[in-house]
Structures are given as C-alpha cells and as structure tokens.
C-alpha cells in the first residue's frame, strides 16, 4: 500500500508550515529514514525524513507552498505497487492489495533498476562509512543496482559538515515524543543485555582542588564537564569501550560523542555531547549547559538524542553517593558518577565511580583496564595535558 | 631517437643481440629465404644476408621441428629465438612447450634451464577461427613459463632484448594488427602504432607494467590491441567528465600485481578488456586477484569486457562484432559508475 506523505504536527502553535525544498522528485526511490522535504515554521527550518521506502509520487505542494500540517502533500508507492515487478503470476502468488494502475506504471519507468528488495553497498563505501562513522541506513544509493557507493556516502558528509557549519537551527519537537523516544530505548536496553557493573572509588581531592583553582580564575565548569573531559581522554586511549550496537553489529567509533543522562523534571532524557575528546572544558561546559536548558524546555530535538558512543550519569548534584547505572543502549558502556564526599578517610575528597558494560561486547579485563585509566585521570588530572 | 614501427623494433632487438652474443640464432618457417617477408610479418627481414642462414634457420613447416629445435638448442647452451606464423600454432607445440620446456628446471633441479624465446602473433584479422586466436591464457596457466605482450615499439624491443637474456623459456606474444609492418604484410585494420626508440642500448624489465594513462574514477586494464581499445575509449569518456586510468601490465608472467591494486584502490572500479574469450580467460584472473586483494576497496562490480565464448567469425562484420570494441568498453565504464 502506499505511505501517505503527512506534514508533522509540530506543536500546538504551528497550524501551517511552507515547504521550502524537495529533496526527492516525483518518481524517484526514497528510503525509510532519508531526508524527504525541509519545511520552515515560523521558528525554524526542519528536515522531515520519509516514513517509509518506495517511490515518491503523487507530489501536491510545491516549494514555497504554505501547507496545513497533518495534510498529505505526497505519497510513498511501496515495491509492490511502484517497484520493479509486478507480474500477473506473481500478482497471484504475493497478492498485492492494487493491481499495477497506470501511474504505478509510470514510476516503475523512472525507477532505479533493482534485482531484489536489498539495498546494496559498495565494499568500499562501507569502509568509508565505517571509518567516518556514518550509518548507512541514511545513506541512498546511485551506484549500479542501487548500491551505495562511495559518491553517496561523501555527499552525506558533506551534508553533514554543511549542516554542522551553519548556525545550530532552533529545532521544534514535541517534548513527549523525547521521552517516548528515551523510555522506548532504556526498555529495549535492559531487556537484552546482560549488564556487569564494576565499582571503584577514585581520590577526588586533586579534581576539586583543580576546579577551586578553575573558579578563581573565573572558568565556570560543572562537576559533569570534568568527568567528561577525563572520559574524553579516556576512550579516545581505549576505544574498544567507544562502542554502540547496530542491530547483530557492534560498531567503534572514530569520534567520541558522549551521551549524557539529563534530569529533565518530567523524565529522564539522553542527549549527546559531540566530540567530547577534541574540546576544551570551558568549551564543555557551555555545551553542557545549553543542552540541560533545552532539555528542561523540553527544546531537545531527535538529532540531539542520536549517536552516542559512551553514556554518562553523573547522580553527584543529586546528592547520590553510588549506584548501578543501567545502559543506556545502543552504547555498550555507561558510567556513573556519584557525588564527591569531602573528608572520607585519608584522601580529603572522594567519588564513586561504577561503570556498566554490556558483558556481551566488552571484557572484563578491558572494562577494568579502562575504569582504572578514569581512576588515575581523577586523581592526577595533570596526566590530562601529557 | 628513431620513430619505428614495433616490426622494426623486433627486427632491431633481434639484430642487436646476435650481434652481442653468438649463441642467439633465430629458428622459424621463411624467416631468411631469398625474396621472402622475413617471417610473416617482416619481422627477421634481412637479417639473413647479415647473419647467414645459419643463425636465420629456415625450417620446414612443421612447428614440432620448431619447438623441439629451440627447445633443445636451449638446453644445450644456445640462445634461441623461434616463432610461428600464427600463435594458433603453438598448439601444435603443446607437449614440448608445457611438458618439457616449462618443466626442464624443475625436474632437474635446477641443473638445467631453457633459455629459449618463443615469438607468436596473435588477433582476430580477418583470417578466420585457426589465425586469430589470443592465447596468452593457455601459456600464463603454465608454472615456468614467461610470459610477454609489448604493445609499443619501444616496449617490443626492450622486452625482446630481456627475454633473450632470461635463463626461462620466455613467450613473446605480438599482435597483428599493432605490427605496423608495411606492404603486402600489413594486415587490413592494423593500427601501426609507430613509437619513439632509443637509440642507446635500453631493456625493459619483464614484470613490470606501466600507467599509459592516468585517471581517478575507473581503472582500465589492456594488453596488446585492446589497449588501444582502452585508451580510446578513456579519450571518449574524458569529454563526459570520466576519468580512466588505463594500465598496461606488458608482462603477464610474472604479472605486476600491485601496480593494478594500487590503480584500484585508488579509483575503485575495474574494467579488463582483452580479446580473448570470456570463460576461463587472462581476465577472470584479473579479476580474482582483484576481488581477493582489493576488495574493500572496489565501489562497483568489476567488469570483463572479452570476445564470446565462440570461435573467431571470418566475415568481417562478424569479427568487428566480435573483437572488443571502444564502445563496448565505455559501455562497460559506465556500468561500474
């Protein structure tokens, strides 16, 4: 059946929306996922991705047209109606709910020829996506038989470094769907993976000596944006732990991108610290701040939300001393910091620090060698600028 | 420098290394009679009234006698430099070249060696299926022999001069329409790609190719007439804004492997052209070691373009159907785009 194309609701201020460009052209393939059409609110300019995979047609609003949201300016023709074949014995056997009518006809003579429903990708550009970390699920293919090839997957770098050079656009997005989003992953989390939890408690009395020193000099920095620095370092010389899960695949990452777990009053919500390794704190901490503030806004969008590598709760504001941090999938390790308690025994300061891994994907052996790295970094935080 | 064509070139390599040593002798059918081509295709001209008709050894025709003149002239301490008219002859050869000069080093442990050449024309020119076939893949299968395929004049000339001072049996295969040989002997479509050739002493060494052309979107790979065919199919796609890199591997055996992975992991695509047929072809092996050595780095199918698995037609629209084609190569390009 065909997907119809519905313009988002985005809120309950926003009543119509212009579109401003068309990614895709009448009768061309579109994958799930894909950037489709941009429309423009009077807050923002959003990409909507398609709902489903097909052949775009059926395309009623044009750019610069100002549309009603929930209106259905297109549909997604799915293979049985749009694709590539469409015998009548086939017909027979699969049953496909329309027969082929003239316009499915139509499409099926401007679509990419395919062999199969399998999108193929070219051994080369998987390296490339590997290698940058792209997913290649959100890459389309132009090469033979619709393979992904290594053209496709550079124009979505490209897009992506364009994307990150403009201004960061004030992205509209329901607050529900941020919870939904982020109670649907923890459930899916905690349902298969088999979590060890290992603890260890790291002198604080240099780190909070650090920040002291820090303040006086007028760097405002949270106890968070330290322990992100230090897991910065720390997974950049122990990339094993820089991990997510794809489906059966377990993915390392070239860049560090930290998910942080965020107290957004109405839940819990996980939105990412990119390149946490490559900044400086005062620059950690401005991004730190900002994505808590559009958390408790509820302003978080669902580009926030994707592609941590690590995740990090840090309990110590809530007055939390330890605790078992439960992954956050698709990472494979998350780390959770208690508060610092002064004056615990020899040491002047002291923090709990637990770190959870999926036993399935780390060893044990590597997950120890790793919390102890996060220990000394604590504890003689010069070994941050060696 | 002179211009020459690569029949000259041979000629010159011939000439210069009986001069040098007088162990090289050449054996072959009408390769010195009084009035003749000099072999079918000029190449051993003249050279019988300047060495004599006992370095220029005609022979009777029979490619047994050939083989087995060379072959053990060889293994007795001669430099010997055979040809047949036509490559398809060699099959007539087949026990004395595969069983026995192939083999000799082996099964001797290395107490005796072949240092034979064995020159054979090879192409699809009008003559019908028993004087066109491309036989470089039946002698590549082959453990110990050499195997080379100049397709310049300058090429032709340094790979000669090597073969005749390798210490294996070394097959050169030539193609007839690349000759350039003029007259009665010119086959009808040769090219005669006339060259510059040094005239100081100069060797080019067997089992290194060249880059003929250099590009970054698809990697092209031809020997002998097809080379021609690649790069003037490179020339086309260069005015659609595709750029071909076109290698010449020049030696089969042993081949430069890494100059053609190294050309791939740089464009990504691989196109082999070569006139031979399809199944079991000097292609496929090109394309296995591809596929097993470079193969993260392909970004399309790597494509075979070759003659089908048929004889060589005699009809002249047939045969121009059936040799590869500059526009079946492009074609082939743009598959892999």
Not at chain 1, 116 to 133: H, K, M, T, W
């Amino acid at each position: 059946m065909a997907h119809p194309v519905l313009v988002p609701p985005l809120g309950q201020t926003v009543d119509t929306v212009t579109i401003v460009t068309w990614y895709k052209r009448e009768g061309e393939a579109v994958r799930e996922g894909e950037p489709l059409y941009a429309i423009e609110t009077d807050k923002a300019v959003l990409d909507i991705e398609a709902q489903a995979s097909g052949v775009l047609r059926g395309v009623t609003a044009t750019e610069g047209d100002e549309v009603e949201v929930l209106r259905a300016i297109a549909e997604i023709a799915t293979a049985a109606e749009g694709g590539t074949v469409g015998t009548t014995a086939e017909a027979a056997d699969g049953a496909p709910e329309v027969a082929p009518s003239e316009s499915s006809v139509a499409a099926r003579a401007v679509t990419p020829v395919r062999r199969g429903p399998r999108q193929f990708v070219s051994p080369r550009a998987r390296r490339l996506a590997e290698a940058e970390g792209v997913s290649l699920e959100e890459v389309a293919g132009s090469g033979p038989e619709g393979a992904v090839v290594e053209r496709d997957v550079r124009a979505w770098l490209e897009r992506r470094s364009s994307a990150q050079e403009t201004p960061p656009r004030e992205l509209a997005a329901p607050a529900a769907a941020v919870s939904e989003v982020v109670v649907a992953q923890m459930g899916a989390k905690l349902a298969g993976a088999p979590l060890v939890t290992l603890d260890v408690e790291a002198d604080a009395s240099a780190l909070t000596g650090l920040r002291a020193q820090l303040a006086a000099a007028e760097v405002e920095i949270a106890d968070t944006d330290l322990w992100l620095c230090v897991l910065g370092r720390a997974l950049r010389d122990q990339p094993a732990l820089n991990a997510s899960l794809e489906g059966d695949v377990l993915r390392r990452w070239p860049r560090v991108q930290v998910g942080l777990v965020v107290d957004t009053g109405d839940g819990l919500a996980v939105p990412v610290v990119r390149d946490v390794d490559q900044k400086r704190l005062a620059q950690l901490a401005r991004e730190t701040r900002e994505l808590r503030a559009r958390a408790h806004e509820g302003a978080l969008t669902a580009e926030d939300l994707k592609g941590a590598t690590f995740t990090l709760a840090d309990l110590g504001a809530a007055g939390i001393d330890t605790f078992t941090p439960f992954l956050d999938a698709p990472t494979t390790a998350m780390m959770g910091v208690g508060r610092i308690r002064k004056g615990g025994g020899a040491a002047d300061a002291t923090v709990w620090l637990s770190l959870s891994y999926d036993r399935r994907l780390v060893d044990a052996g590597r997950a120890s060698r790793f919390l102890r790295q996060v220990a000394q970094l604590i504890e003689q935080p010069y070994r941050l600028l060696a | 420098m002179a211009k020459m064509s690569i029949a000259e070139a041979l000629r010159q390599a011939i000439r210069e290394e009986m001069v040098r040593d007088p162990r090289v002798f050449c054996v072959g059918e009408d390769i010195g009679v009084e009035g003749g081509f000099g072999g079918a295709f000029t190449v051993t001209l003249g050279l019988s009234e300047e060495f004599g008709h006992e370095r220029i050894l005609d022979t009777p025709i029979s490619e047994i006698g050939i083989a087995g003149v060379a072959i053990g002239a060889a293994m007795a301490g001669l430099r010997p430099i055979a040809d047949v008219q036509y490559g398809d002859f060699l099959f007539c050869m087949m026990d004395q070249l595969v069983n026995q000069a192939a083999k000799m080093t082996y099964m001797s442990g290395g107490t005796v060696s072949v240092p034979m050449v064995m020159r054979a024309p090879v192409g699809s020119t009008r003559r019908g299926a028993q004087h066109a076939q491309s036989l470089e893949a039946f002698f590549t299968h082959v453990p110990g022999l050499k195997v080379v395929a100049p397709a310049t004049a300058y090429d032709a000339k340094g790979l000669l001069k090597s073969a005749v001072r390798d210490d294996n049996p070394v097959l050169v295969f030539e193609h007839k329409l690349l000759y350039g040989s003029k007259g009665p002997r010119s086959e009808a479509g040769a090219l005669s790609p006339v060259g510059e050739v040094p005239d100081e002493e100069y060797l080019v060494p067997i089992g290194k190719g060249i880059v003929r052309r250099e590009g970054s979107d698809v990697t092209i790979v031809g020997k002998l007439l097809t080379l021609y065919r690649a790069l003037g199919a490179a020339e086309k796609l260069a005015a659609e804004g595709i750029s071909a890199e076109v290698i010449d591997p020049r030696t089969l055996v042993p081949l430069d492997r890494e100059l053609i992975l190294e050309s791939v992991r740089k464009t990504g695509r691989l196109v082999i052209v070569e006139e031979d047929n399809l199944t079991g072809g000097w292609a496929a092996d090109i394309a296995a070691i591809v596929a097993e050595e470079a193969f993260f780095y392909l970004d399309a199918p790597i494509v075979r373009v070759s003659a089908p698995d048929t004889p060589a037609p005699f009809a002249p629209v047939m045969e121009a159907f059936y040799v590869p084609s500059e526009e079946r190569v492009i074609e082939a390009v743009r598959s892999t785009l």
